[in-house]
């Protein structure tokens, strides 16, 4: 009989623990969703310090009725510039898994871009600017509207 419950309570544990990955996940497939997570998190201050870079330290300033809304300098050339010229975070500028870093390209006087490549696709109920599909994508921005949010 005490076999019998020691079966049982067996099984009981095996079939919790598969429950439990078909539910969370494997270890490794959080572990990447949260490689994920940082790309994104490192892109997200890269933006934030490039804002505070060509506003001089006040990217969030609200603008004042009928002025000409511009930035006080122009987007930085490089990511290397971006991480020296940081006000607020030591940022990385690299992927933390391949170590290669991240893509900034300057598109026009206000818009750029940063590019990253990501394991797993986002579809956020919030933030949505924030999704991506698997692969390489990049974020366009445009920093006169950014100062505006």
Request: hydrophobic share 40%; aromatic share 12%; charged share 30%.
């Amino acid at each position: 009989m005490q076999k019998f419950f020691a079966t049982i309570a067996t099984l009981i544990v095996i079939g919790a623990i598969i429950g439990g990955f078909f539910l969370a996940g494997s270890p490794q497939s959080e572990r990447v969703r949260r490689i994920d997570e940082r790309r994104m998190e490192d892109l997200r201050s890269i933006s934030n310090e490039i804002l505070t870079i060509v506003y001089e330290g006040r990217p969030f300033e609200p603008a004042f009725p009928n002025t000409t809304l511009e930035l006080k300098k122009p987007l930085p050339e490089s990511l290397l510039e971006v991480q020296k010229n940081a006000f607020y975070v030591r940022l990385d500028v690299v992927d933390p898994v391949t170590k290669k870093q991240y893509e900034y390209r300057v598109i026009n006087k206000t818009g750029y871009e940063l590019c990253a490549v990501f394991d797993t696709a986002r579809r956020g109920e919030y933030d949505i600017f924030w999704d991506h599909p698997a692969g390489r994508h990049c974020f366009t921005f445009d920093a006169l509207k950014q100062n505006m949010r």
